[in-house]
């Protein structure tokens, strides 16, 4: 019979009582900090327009007085990357393009790609992709301002990278606990999502998280997750 594992901060997240029993964790202990370590909840103050960042559980007072969350925040290995709250389904392209993202076909060197901004800067040059209605267009143009119109708007977001994409990919869980907590966004789904690593003119790399399986699909017949990325920024 196949065992199911789960990581530790996923437990905390759905029953931490039954964890903490479990593993030894004395009573009262900062669980809901451990399931959520290395998330918090980004916004651009309304009083001064000042990016801030908090930790999940501390978000719904400010939300209730009126203050508009930029995304998630995922820092992890020193990386640091704001996660849209919603997201649309498009192709990549309307054509194939070699759009001058980065350009390779060994998944390895995919996977270790982390220049998702400058991948989208040169993408949306071109006609095929520039558009909202394609993956490199819409990040682009994607804007979460606050109630003065200020914050991560227009311009300072993109279509990461498959590294980028991963490290959404492992933090996963914790990230759409933060997202249930922010109005109308939308949980990060199973189904496949765009990068803007590409692996020819006529293919992008994307990534399934209900299955972990990374690949190469043709640009302008799939439709993918788009899910624009930003960073802490002010």
């Not at 399931?35 to 007072?61: E, V």
Request: hydrophobic share 35%; glycine share 10%.
């Amino acid at each position: 019979m196949a065992i199911e594992t789960m990581q530790l901060s996923d437990a905390l997240l759905q029953n931490p009582s039954v964890v903490e029993e479990i593993v030894g964790i004395p009573h009262g202990f900062d669980t809901d900090g451990i399931a959520t370590d290395g998330i918090f909840i980004m916004f651009h103050r309304k009083l001064d327009n000042y990016p801030l960042m908090m930790k999940p559980d501390n978000w719904a007072s400010y939300q209730n007085s009126g203050e508009i969350a930029d995304g998630v925040v995922v820092v992890e290995g020193g990386n640091i990357l704001v996660v849209a709250p919603t997201e649309e389904s498009l192709y990549w392209s309307s054509a194939e393009v070699s759009a001058g993202g980065k350009t390779t076909t060994d998944r390895l060197t995919a996977l270790d790609d982390w220049t998702g901004k400058a991948n989208t800067a040169v993408q949306i040059i071109h006609p095929e992709c520039s558009g909202e209605n394609y993956a490199p267009g819409f990040c682009s143009k994607y804007s979460r301002p606050n109630a003065n119109g200020q914050g991560l708007t227009a311009g300072k977001w993109w279509l990461p990278s498959l590294g980028e994409l991963m490290m959404i990919y492992a933090n996963m869980n914790k990230i759409n606990y933060a997202l249930s907590l922010i109005n109308g966004a939308t949980s990060l789904a199973k189904s496949g999502y765009w990068s803007s690593t590409e692996y020819t003119g006529r293919h992008g790399w994307a990534l399934f998280p209900g299955n972990g399986i990374v690949g190469y699909y043709n640009k302008n017949t799939n439709q993918y997750g788009v899910r624009p990325v930003s960073a802490f920024i002010q």
